[in-house]
């Protein structure tokens, strides 16, 4: 009986020093110090430098989506009242062949489509720019026989894939001052 009283002891112990050092790297609220939606943020609309139509429409969506749900940056519609503008510009828009058939080389199978864009993130107040990083978003396009409804419903995955990252970075605290 003793020895069991010594071993469930020995467990509480245990258990008690894994919840304390297990928690010991997080930190609660947003990081670097920064209070959540303390700042202001304006996304402009991005400039598309690619032949392919509508790719700044569908990014606009999703990043201000994602800005939003981050919530380290408060999404502030009105023009010149923000703390920070964000913009940037399309800046390569590209398909990958992926896969062949074994008979037909150079027959494709599925395509890899990737944006890129380059951001630049800057405080209205002063205009010293904080960020300018490239990010790229992308997602596999299945060849079929309307390739052109396949593009239409893959193009704003990819373009969620760069908006989360996108956002990610900015919410994150670790950007430059």
Same mark, same amino acid.
């Given at each position: 009986?003793?020895?069991?009283?010594?071993?469930?002891?020995?467990?509480?112990?245990?258990?008690?020093?894994?919840?304390?050092? $297990?928690?010991?790297?997080? @930190?609660?609220? &947003?990081?670097?110090?920064?209070?959540?939606? %303390?700042?202001?943020?304006?996304?402009?609309?991005?400039?598309?430098?690619?032949?392919?139509?509508?790719?700044?429409? !569908?990014?606009?969506?999703?990043?201000?989506?994602?800005?939003?749900?981050?919530?380290?940056?408060?999404?502030?519609?009105?023009?010149?009242?923000? *703390? !920070?503008?964000?913009?940037?510009?399309?800046?390569?828009?590209?398909?990958? %062949?992926? %896969?062949? !058939?074994?008979?037909?080389?150079?027959?494709?199978?599925?395509? !890899?489509?990737? +944006?890129?864009?380059?951001?630049?993130?800057?405080?209205?107040?002063?205009?010293?720019?904080?960020?300018?990083?490239?990010?790229? $978003?992308?997602?596999?396009? &299945?060849?079929?026989?309307?390739?052109?409804?396949?593009?239409?419903? @893959? +193009?704003?995955?990819?373009?969620?894939?760069?908006?989360?990252?996108?956002?990610? +970075?900015?919410? *994150?605290?670790? +950007?430059?001052?």
């Amino acid at each position: 009986m003793f020895f069991l009283n010594r071993f469930f002891l020995f467990l509480q112990l245990c258990f008690v020093l894994c919840l304390l050092f $297990g928690c010991a790297g997080y @930190h609660l609220g &947003p990081p670097a110090g920064q209070v959540s939606g %303390g700042n202001s943020i304006e996304v402009i609309r991005f400039k598309n430098e690619t032949l392919e139509p509508r790719l700044s429409e !569908y990014l606009m969506g999703p990043l201000r989506r994602s800005i939003q749900q981050d919530g380290t940056y408060w999404l502030c519609t009105e023009r010149d009242s923000s *703390d !920070y503008v964000l913009d940037g510009v399309i800046t390569n828009f590209e398909r990958r %062949g992926i %896969g062949s !058939y074994p008979s037909e080389v150079t027959v494709r199978v599925d395509e !890899y489509i990737i +944006i890129s864009v380059k951001i630049s993130l800057r405080e209205r107040a002063t205009g010293k720019i904080i960020l300018e990083q490239d990010f790229s $978003g992308s997602t596999t396009l &299945p060849l079929g026989a309307d390739q052109t409804s396949a593009e239409r419903q @893959h +193009i704003p995955v990819a373009m969620e894939n760069l908006a989360r990252d996108i956002a990610s +970075i900015l919410g *994150d605290g670790k +950007i430059k001052d």
